[in-house]
């Protein structure tokens, strides 16, 4: 599975974003996309991740719930996250990345990275 994220961009704080994260592949529909963020100086932290096609199950870090949304259209490769009301420490690089089976939070737990893309939040 090969993913690129696109999206990132300069928004003020409290506005919105939506990034994407496109997958080759056409099993992708049986694979659990995490979305992972790293600031300058920091890891690389979980921020949501949603489950394989049937029962979709979605999970976020404390940081982001309520404010950010991950979805996906199978029947375009493609998972989204989007990112509402937000803040000036949500600025990092994003990755997504995707694994065969259920989803994991940690980084460890993927197998298929993408490249990230910035995102970046002024005060």
């Known amino acids: 599975v090969q993913l690129q994220a696109s999206g990132g961009g300069l928004v003020q704080a409290g506005g919105s974003l939506r990034l994407s994260c496109a997958a080759s592949g056409r099993t992708f529909s049986s694979y659990a996309v995490g979305w992972f963020r790293q600031a300058p100086g920091k890891e690389r932290e979980f921020v949501g991740a949603i489950s394989s096609s049937g029962s979709i199950i979605t999970y976020y870090a404390d940081s982001v719930k309520g404010r950010f949304t991950i979805s996906r259209d199978n029947a375009k490769n493609t998972v989204y996250l989007q990112m509402n009301s937000l803040k000036p420490e949500d600025t990092a690089v994003y990755y997504c990345?995707?694994?065969?089976?259920?989803?994991?939070?940690?980084?460890?737990?993927?197998?298929?990275w993408g490249q990230g893309t910035l995102v970046t939040v002024s005060s």
């Open positions: 990345a995707a694994r065969w089976g259920p989803y994991r939070m940690s980084v460890e737990g993927y197998d298929y």
